[in-house]
């Protein structure tokens, strides 16, 4: 699952090869737009809000578009071949330089530019977002108290933008482990700006490191590291599930790094 800085990173990308310019080309094929043809429209700004991204048109449409597991974005010159098999493609977009092609891309919508907040208006404070807030985003942790914090980390109406690396590399750094009640997390604050301080860190490079050190093997504190002894203390670090199937997700931590329940 993408991170908010990944979906940053790309949002950015395709600002830079698409914004400003005329669409020459565009095919959504999902079967409720297939019949849309976006062609000769501007598009006037590409950007992402929590995981979702939004690509805005001059004719007062925005496509919103979202990774999921698997979905992404490439950008290659027009000329180019497609960069991955045609049967994932969902969406191209293209213009005289470029074209954008989306893989496995999924909640593919077109909606008024108005009306973008009836499909992100249910997320908590962006993490990336020129708009974030910590207070709100701690208040809305703080309205469930009895609730694993490594769950409500990555619930996107609490704050947008964090998955499951960052949740566990942030418990770890502020030493919980993520089945801790939000209401023994301690400095919720403090929780939330090293999670804004990791995802800023990363934003604008493909790799994500928590740790500063950005060599193979020692980019992550926990995060698939099961097994490896922490780079802190050397013990053993745990994973177990976390969370109700289907929800439930890998989580990782270090038994003497971070206090509190596990399995
Ligand atoms: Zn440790």
Known sequence: MPEGDTVWLAAARMHEALAGRRLT?????????ATTDLAGQFVTQVLARGKHMLTRLDGGLTLRTHFRMDGKWVI??????PPGPDHQIRTVLANE???AYGFLLHDIALVP???ETRLVGHL??????????ADEAVGRLHAQPGRAIGEALQDQ???AGIGNLYANEVLFLRGRTPWTPVSDAGNLNALVTTAHRLLRANRDRPEQS????LRRGRQHWVYLRAGQPCLRCRTRIRTARLGQPPRDRAAFWCPF??????P
Do not use: H, I, K, M
Not at 25 to 33: I, K
Not at 210 to 213: L, Y
């Open 124 to 133: 908590g404070p962006d993490l990336l977002g020129p708009d974030w807030d």
């Open 210 to 213: 928590t740790t500063g050190d």
């Open 76 to 81: 290659a010159a027009v000329t180019a071949r």
């Open 157 to 159: 109406r609490n704050l």
């Open 97 to 99: 330089t470029w074209c």
């Open 25 to 33: 080309r565009a095919d959504l094929r999902v079967p409720q737009l």
């Open 113 to 115: 530019t108005v009306e």
């Open 257 to 262: 790094c971070q206090r509190g329940p596990s």
